[in-house]
C-alpha cells in the first residue's frame, strides 16, 4: 500500500498529539486506533457511498478512543485530593519526628544540638540532623542509604553513600512535589540560624522551617538564616500545601499556599509545640513576631488572626486543555480531506 507525504506527515502530527494529550504510553496507542478507524473508512472505494452506519461506527469509534484515552491519562496522572490531604499530614507528622529527636538529645546532653559541629581547624564536618539520629524513632531512622559514621566528616566517601536518601523524618512529600531526581537527598525541614552565626539558632530554642528549594543534602552542615526564613514567610516562595482539589482541568486551591513552622520548647518538661501551617504574612514584622513567639500557643495564634482569610482561586490547566483539544481536532481531520474527496468523485461520475 502506498502512503502519500499527507498522510505520513497526518499520522505523524496525530501521533505527536496523542503523547501530548494523553500520554507517552496511552497517546501512541491511541493514535494507531484513530488510524485503523481511517484506514477501515479508506478502503471503501471512492466511487462507493460509505453508508450512514460505517460513517457513524467510524466517528463513535474514534470518540470513544478518545475519551478512553485521555480519561485514563488524566486519572493516573491527576493527584486526588485525598493524596494531597495525606501529603498533607505525613508532612506535619514527619516534622514532628523531627522535634521530638531534637528534644530527645536535649533530654540526654542538656542541651540541644549545635546547627553545625566543627573540627579545629574550623572545618564544617556534621550538621545537626546527623547528631540526632541515634534519637529519632526507630521506625523512621534507618531507612537512609547506608549507617552514617559520626567518627568521618558529612563529606567522606561513606557518609557520601549514607547521603543518597534521607532518613524519611526529614523529608516531607508535599514540598517535594514537582521534582522528579535527587529528592531523596534533601532535608525538607530547615532549622533557622542566626544572621551572623549559622551555627547558632535564631532564637532560644530550635525552630525548623519547611522549604523545597533550598535543596539541603540531609547530611551537609548549614541550614537557613533568618533573614532568608522570613523571606519565605513572607512571600509564599516554594509552599507546596495549596489545598488543590485534584481536579482533572478546572480546580481550586488556596490563593496562599501555606508551609510547616515547628519549635521546640524551651520548658524542661521537654514539651513541643505542634507543627502549625502558616500562609504568608502580610509583613516581615509579623512573621519575625511569631516565630519568636511559637513557644506561646496564645500569642501565635493571635498573630496568626490578624492574617487575612485564606482564599481560594479556580485553577485552568491550559496546557493539557489546550493538548486534548489538538488531538481531537487531529483525530477528526481526515474526515474533511475524504468528504471534499469523495464529492469530487462523485461529481466526476455524474459527469461521466
Not at 259 to 288: H, L
Amino acid at each position: 500500500m502506498r502512503f502519500r507525504l499527507a498522510t505520513i506527515a497526518y499520522a505523524i502530527a496525530l501521533v505527536a498529539s496523542a503523547m501530548s494529550g494523553a500520554g507517552p504510553v496511552l497517546g501512541p496507542v491511541a493514535a494507531a486506533l484513530v488510524l485503523l478507524c481511517w484506514l477501515w473508512i479508506h478502503r471503501v472505494p471512492w466511487y462507493e457511498p460509505l453508508g450512514f452506519v460505517r460513517t457513524a461506527t467510524a466517528a463513535l469509534a474514534i470518540a470513544i478512543v478518545c475519551v478512553a484515552a485521555v480519561g485514563g491519562y488524566l486519572y493516573a496522572t491527576t493527584d486526588s485530593t485525598i493524596d494531597r490531604v495525606a501529603a498533607d499530614a505525613t508532612c506535619k507528622f514527619r516534622a514532628s519526628l523531627a522535634v521530638d529527636a531534637l528534644n530527645n538529645y536535649r533530654g540526654v546532653h542538656g542541651a540541644f544540638p549545635p546547627l553545625i559541629v566543627y573540627d579545629d581547624s574550623g572545618r564544617p564536618v556534621h550538621s545537626w540532623r546527623s547528631l540526632v539520629l541515634p534519637y529519632l524513632d526507630s521506625r523512621v531512622a534507618n531507612n537512609a542509604a547506608g549507617p552514617y559514621d559520626p567518627n568521618q566528616p558529612w563529606d567522606a566517601d561513606a557518609n557520601l553513600t549514607a547521603a543518597r536518601t534521607a532518613p524519611i523524618a526529614y523529608r516531607c512529600p508535599a514540598a517535594q512535589r514537582g521534582f522528579q531526581w535527587g529528592v531523596d537527598v534533601h532535608a525538607s525541614y530547615l532549622r533557622i540560624s542566626d544572621n551572623d552565626d549559622p551555627a547558632r539558632d535564631a532564637f532560644e530554642w530550635p525552630v525548623l522551617i519547611e522549604t523545597g528549594r533550598r535543596h539541603v543534602t540531609w547530611t551537609r552542615p548549614g541550614d537557613i538564616s533568618l533573614n532568608d526564613a522570613l523571606d519565605l514567610l513572607t512571600t509564599g516562595d516554594d509552599a507546596k500545601h495549596d489545598g488543590a482539589d485534584g481536579s482533572f482541568i478546572v480546580g481550586r486551591r488556596l490563593a496562599r499556599p501555606l508551609r510547616i513552622v515547628v519549635a521546640c520548647t524551651k520548658y524542661a518538661n521537654f514539651t513541643q509545640s505542634s507543627p502549625i501551617f502558616v500562609a504568608p504574612f502580610e509583613s516581615r514584622q509579623d512573621a519575625a513576631e511569631f516565630l519568636s513567639n511559637l513557644d506561646n500557643v496564645k500569642i501565635a495564634n493571635s498573630i496568626l488572626s490578624r492574617q487575612s482569610q485564606l482564599e481560594q482561586v479556580t485553577q485552568i490547566n491550559w496546557a493539557r486543555l489546550y493538548a486534548i483539544v489538538a488531538f481531537v481536532a487531529i483525530a477528526y481531520m481526515p474526515a474533511i480531506a475524504l468528504s471534499r474527496r469523495r464529492t469530487r468523485e462523485a461529481e466526476r461520475m455524474a459527469i461521466a
